[in-house]
């Protein structure tokens, strides 16, 4: 247990810290903005969420399916087949990216259908068309990040993801006030910083020894078995695009309540306040995945199940320390986004909901990951419309605008969908036949494997 507790430990730490740098792209941008104005906070934050639900989320997610494929076939010494992987996926995503950019062209005219206030719309519709050139880059480093961390290969992640933030604060104070952008400057910062990132990654696998198995260059084989492929990572974009999503809707649902913009800037700080302290958690869910995944690729079936037993105390011990802490912040932490006194109040009040919500995303976060790791992304995908479709978004819209309870009621809301998806994921995970999964991990990797490539 001492043993599998410093593995985990040794990934979850770096992943925690990649994690937050490459979140913090956007959330540096935002900040930046609000110092702009009002206006100009409200409307990147909707942009900013927009994108994230119909964009950077099923790049995210996409993502995730290399995380399965590549660390069960690392695990099981197929080595070549993780860079066909990546270059399967680096494909999907880069076609991906023009549907993607011709809806973010009209962010403007969505929100004015959807009943947004007009100015809000405007200046939102503006952020996002200067956030396309950012969605191929973040498609491409979802992948590089995945093979490189299916590897347990964690410091170039690290050393490019710091080096990449370096970039973006100095475009961003470059571009917004330097040359007077605006927060159009705060939006095309983030395909400079991301271009940055993969751009590094990309020169570190073509190089470095430690990628000389699993990096073997292009190769067409890439373009086979797509419908492999597509089988896991269309379930995996869902079940991320599912659960990001129904945070996003508070946003909006947030615009159509009394004081928009104060609204609508309460509930975007609030979301990235709680995107922010779920980089944790996610980081342990990387790492659990990584190390279900290569685990059940070996043919250790029970050193799975460790690994899983020691992440759910490790999400629960980290709850309980960041939600005490959140609560205990409550009083000074909008003055990190904003200078305006009335955000800053009604920030305080809503924390110790935020507190609670923080608690059930660590556990439903890990165990998240121990779906990717195990290849559950389509029974993921279930769960997750069930908790935040049919119970999660409705209980919000009916203790905000109902019992008008403002943005508390649509955290409140929230906080039941994430709850019950956090408890059936936990089920679902103490009942596992881990010798089955086992089986099928190997059925995965071999079903996959280049046919002169001999198992070893």
Not at 180 to 207: C, D, E, P
Not at 279 to 305: C, K
Not at 316 to 336: D, H, P
Not at 396 to 421: E, H, P, T
Request: aromatic share 12%; hydrophobic share 50%; with cysteine.
């Amino acid at each position: 247990m001492i043993v599998e507790l410093k593995r985990q430990m040794q990934l979850a730490g770096p992943l925690v810290v990649v994690s937050f740098l490459q979140y913090s792209f956007q959330m540096i941008s935002v900040m930046f903005v609000g110092h702009l104005g009002d206006l100009s906070l409200s409307s990147a934050s909707m942009a900013t969420s927009f994108a994230g639900v119909t964009g950077f989320s099923y790049m995210l997610g996409m993502g995730s399916a290399v995380e399965t494929f590549c660390g069960q076939a690392f695990g099981a010494k197929q080595y070549r087949m993780m860079g066909v992987h990546m270059l399967r996926a680096m494909l999907v995503l880069s076609l991906s990216s023009i549907p993607i950019a011709v809806l973010w062209a009209y962010t403007g005219k969505i929100f004015t259908t959807l009943r947004q206030d007009p100015e809000i719309s405007f200046h939102a519709g503006i952020y996002a068309r200067w956030l396309i050139p950012s969605i191929l880059p973040y498609g491409l480093l979802q992948c590089q990040h995945r093979f490189l961390q299916t590897q347990n290969n964690i410091l170039p992640l690290m050393l490019s993801t710091g080096i990449s933030t370096l970039v973006h604060v100095l475009s961003c104070w470059t571009l917004i006030f330097g040359f007077g952008f605006g927060n159009k400057g705060a939006a095309l910062s983030n395909a400079i910083s991301y271009w940055t990132n993969v751009i590094i990654l990309a020169i570190y696998i073509k190089f470095s020894p430690k990628c000389e198995k699993t990096w073997t260059g292009f190769s067409k084989e890439a373009l086979e078995n797509l419908r492999s492929f597509l089988g896991l990572g269309i379930p995996s974009a869902l079940m991320v695009c599912l659960e990001f999503s129904s945070y996003e809707f508070l946003v909006l649902m947030s615009g159509l309540l009394p004081n928009p913009k104060l609204e609508t800037s309460v509930m975007s700080i609030s979301l990235n306040t709680i995107s922010v302290v779920f980089r944790i958690p996610f980081g342990f869910g990387s790492a659990v995945s990584t190390r279900v995944s290569n685990e059940l690729g070996a043919g250790r079936p029970y050193a799975a199940r460790l690994a899983v037993q020691i992440v759910i105390i490790l999400a629960l011990t980290e709850g309980v320390l960041l939600s005490s802490i959140a609560v205990a912040a409550r009083g000074i932490w909008g003055y990190v986004y904003s200078n305006d006194i009335e955000v800053i109040r009604y920030m305080a009040s809503i924390m110790p909901v935020l507190a609670l919500s923080n608690f059930m995303d660590g556990i439903q976060g890990v165990l998240s990951g121990v779906a990717r790791g195990c290849g559950w992304q389509k029974l993921g995908a279930y769960v997750n419309l069930g908790a935040y479709y049919l119970i999660g978004l409705p209980c919000a819209v009916y203790l905000a605008f109902v019992f008008q309870f403002g943005a508390k009621g649509l955290w409140m809301g929230i906080i039941c969908g994430s709850g019950l998806q956090a408890f059936v994921l936990l089920v679902i995970t103490l009942h596992t036949n881990w010798e089955q999964e086992a089986n099928k991990a190997k059925d995965r990797v071999f079903a996959s494997r280049i046919p002169t490539e001999m198992p070893s």
